[in-house]
């Protein structure tokens, strides 16, 4: 209810708990692109965007889906699935020039150990400079060698592991061999883009050899 002739309604967003705005103002401010990092119970999505006049552009983005195209086959909503969509994100952003950004978590508590940090972590490992605090980063949780710990001690012939465990057995994935298959489907990831640059460098050059045969 109104609580004064100088009462002001909240926007919209503000009012669903779904943007700060003062703290949107104080990231545009700044003039750097902002590292949006968002979860949901089954999917990530890590995004870098910058503050346009006529609204947000999109630098580069990416979600824990396109993660099956390099072989994932664990859950896209756990702390390695974040942290492999924030490496991804951050190569597609390195790609495109993208050098630096600031962390937008939104309304989210900034919990140690979160998908949100574990994203960030990601990004940081493309090579993209975001302020951070280390203390936030729980590198033993990247890898899910928390998930292989805690599978290991309920055992593999247990009730509770066939149900705790469904998804990554549906997929043929044993939770102790995460850390595992999490390097080798990060391998893939940096590897796919080092074949881009690659194939990149080899246009350039082709371009660079006809103009030359142009202008002799």
């Known amino acids: ?17 779904k943007t ?11 003039g750097k692109p902002r590292l949006v990092a968002r979860s949901t119970i089954k999917n990530f999505v890590a995004q870098i965007i910058a503050a346009k006049p006529l609204g ?3 630098l580069a983005s990416a979600h824990s889906r396109e993660l099956r195209k390099f072989g994932w086959q664990a ?17 597609k952003a390195k790609a495109k ?4 950004a600031n962390l937008d978590i939104g309304l989210a508590a900034p919990s140690r150990g979160s998908r949100i940090f574990a994203a960030l972590s990601g990004v940081l490992d493309a090579g993209v400079e975001v302020p951070h605090d280390e203390e936030k980063i729980v590198k033993e949780r990247l890898k899910g060698e928390h998930i292989a710990k805690y599978a290991k ?39 796919s883009f080092k074949q881009g640059a690659k194939m990149d ?8 050899v006809k103009k030359r045969a142009k202008k002799a």
């Open 75 to 91: 859950p896209l909503g756990n702390v390695p699935a974040a942290y492999l969509t924030g490496l991804l994100c951050g190569l």
């Open 201 to 208: 460098e080899k246009k350039t050059a082709k371009k660079a």
């Open 1 to 17: 209810m109104a609580r004064g002739s100088r009462y002001r309604v909240a926007p919209r967003r503000r009012r669903k708990g």
């Open 56 to 58: 947000d552009e999109v």
């Open 20 to 30: 700060d705005y003062r703290a949107r103002k104080a990231l545009v401010l700044y």
């Open 97 to 100: 020039g993208v050098e630096a």
């Open 153 to 191: 001690s309920l055992g593999s012939g247990s009730e509770v592991y066939a149900a705790k465990f469904s998804k990554y057995l549906e997929q043929k994935l044993a939770p102790e061999k995460l850390p595992e298959h999490f390097a080798k489907v990060k391998a893939g990831i940096i590897d």
